[in-house]
């Protein structure tokens, strides 16, 4: 069974920067595309980042754009968040997903706090 656990949340201040990771195990990870979700107290989970599974095409939401980079290590089963710039409303629970035709995966999460 395929599993996702996610790491590197924190509290940090505006304007900082953190760096989220993913470990995958159980499952073939470089034959899964992956991606970074969130979800704020009483907000919907939204889409943040996703990647595709050789890594060589990315896509961003336009309020992570120019700030967020996503990647991802196939040798080490690892997918990575870089966030810099940080902002209050970037504060949510960082999810990470994996997909392949009908099979996915979720991580558990993992809690970002940007406040000064």
């Known amino acids: 069974q395929g599993q996702l656990v996610e790491s590197g949340g924190g509290l940090v201040q505006p304007g900082g920067s953190l760096r989220l990771s993913c470990a995958a195990s159980g499952f073939t990870f470089s034959g899964y595309a992956m991606s970074w979700y969130r979800q704020a107290p009483g907000k919907e989970r939204e889409f943040v980042a996703s990647i595709a599974s050789t890594g060589r095409s990315t896509n961003y939401a336009d309020s992570v754009k120019g700030r967020f980079t996503i990647s991802r290590d196939n040798a080490k089963n690892t997918m990575y968040l870089q966030m810099n710039s940080l902002k209050p409303e970037d504060t949510a629970v960082y999810y990470c997903?994996?997909?392949?035709?009908?099979?996915?995966?979720w991580g558990q999460g993992t809690q970002v706090t940007v406040s000064s």
């Open positions: 997903y994996a997909q392949r035709l009908s099979n996915t995966y």
